[in-house]
T-cell receptor, first 113, second 112 residues
Framework: EAQVTQNPRYLITVTGKKLTVTCSQN?????MSWYRQDPGLGLRQIYY???????DKGDVPEGYKVSRKEKRNFPLILESPSPNQTSLYFC????????????FGNGTRLTVT | AQSVSQHNHHVILSEAASLELGCNYS??????LFWYVQYPGQHLQLLLK??????LVKGIKGFEAEFIKSKFSFNLRKPSVQWSDTAEYFC??????????FGSGTRLSIRP
């Protein structure tokens, strides 16, 4: 089954404790992206990757890092989480064809205390 | 600046009522238009998309949307809603996967 898999689904942590949210897709998609969803703000792009070893900042990259060492994986790293990073995070992927829609993971609800 | 506006933040309807959710955009160049739906506790799923051709697009579950270029709009419609349509709906606009902008979403609540 074609899917985007995120782990964990829920995460509660404390300020400053490094964490990683994993994302994996099995559709051989070149493009992958991370979004955060906050009430009233919709989805805002954090980082995206057009292919292996190619990453770029989205609209709200501060406090986040990503890597794309393999085509299928695109982890999101919070080196020193802060309470304002409490949010619902979605990973998405698509092929590079212009008209391709995004396929989303099930989301990770992160709480930073 | 590129932007997507969904003016209705929360819409409450009774079952069998007709639905229209507004979406207006500001975007230079060729646009691809999308509506995504997010059911409670789930991820976003594609409802329908428009790239070119017939401006009236039909999607899954009886939804449709009309692209009106002169009004920069891509409103979502459904003639008769069901309780299972309760969800949050996002309009999105972009020229490529890396340049998709999402609206702030419209929460739809259906009274049984």
């Amino acid at each position: 089954e074609a899917q985007v898999t995120q782990n964990p689904r829920y995460l509660i942590t404390v300020t400053g404790k490094k964490l990683t949210v994993t994302c994996s897709q099995n559709m051989n998609h070149e493009y992958m992206s991370w979004y955060r969803q906050d009430p009233g703000l919709g989805l805002r792009q954090i980082y995206y990757s057009m292919n292996v070893e190619v990453t770029d900042k989205g609209d709200v990259p501060e406090g986040y890092k990503v890597s794309r060492k393999e085509k299928r994986n695109f982890p999101l790293i919070l080196e020193s989480p802060s309470p304002n990073q409490t949010s619902l995070y979605f990973c998405a992927s698509s092929s590079r064809q212009n008209n391709s829609p995004l396929h989303f993971g099930n989301g990770t609800r992160l709480t930073v205390t | 600046a590129q932007s997507v506006s969904q003016h209705n933040h929360h819409v409450i309807l009774s079952e069998a009522a007709s639905l229209e959710l507004g979406c207006n955009y500001s975007y230079g160049g060729t646009v691809n238009l999308f509506w995504y739906v997010q059911y409670p506790g789930q991820h976003l799923q594609l409802l329908l998309k428009y790239f070119s051709g017939d401006p009236l697009v039909k999607g899954i579950k009886g939804f449709e949307a009309e692209f009106i270029k002169s009004k920069f709009s891509f409103n979502l419609r459904k003639p008769s809603v069901q309780w299972s349509d309760t969800a949050e709906y996002f309009c999105a606009v972009g020229s490529s996967a890396s340049k998709i902008i999402f609206g702030s979403g419209t929460r739809l609540s259906i009274r049984p």
